[in-house]
């Protein structure tokens, strides 16, 4: 097996975050890819494990690299190579597994609590022994997914993570930090303003949630690892 996970960038500033000391500390080599200026890889087999990153942009707007990237999907998942999509990730590996990306009725940013179900703690969340966690959300679409996906978490509006084959999908976000939060509040001013959020909702007095979170995200990529060190791994 490749020593070499593949981390697929959708917009320069949304990045591996706290996952990246992970795989690193778990002896992998990360080959960074930025979809919208470098060619998307279209031979799966290279890998050990393939990460698709978030982005403002929608799966729906057909821009050509993304479309490569559910090609490169399609190909992970018939030779059952672990993938975690993130965000626009999962969304991506909704639509490439047959479900329907929309925007939805209301977005979700900011610190918000998602509910593990059985299937969440049994597999993904494994290690995480509460029925609901508090993350980091920051996305307008949200999908519809074939019967043969299996859901872990939900909020009150969106599926929020869930398991396709050697393919996980997560809506919110795990592996940011404060430095991220911050960046992306720079960055996306404009949505903040119309969605009337202030960047104090995101950061002041946050600390124990991105330390938390950060805990949860080591629980979450401790169970992912696994699946990249024996892909016949079910939960």
Known sequence: MDNKILSIKNINFETLGTLRELIRSDGYQIENIEAQNEAVPTNAKRYAAIIILGGPMSVYDNDEYLKKEQELIRHALKLEIPILGICLGSQLIAQAIGGNVYKGGKKEIGWSNV????????????GINTKS?????WH??????PQKATIMASSKLYPQAFRFGSAIGIQFHMEVNGEMIQRWADEYSQELERERIE???LLNHKEHE???????CKVVYSNFSKMIKDKSTCY
């Open 115 to 126: 509910m593990l179900n059985h299937a969440g703690y049994n597999g993904l969340f494994k």
């Open 133 to 137: 966690i508090k993350v980091f959300q």
């Open 140 to 145: 307008g679409d949200t999908y519809d997914l």
């Open 199 to 201: 960047i104090a909702d």
């Open 210 to 216: 991105i330390k938390e979170l950060s805990k949860r």
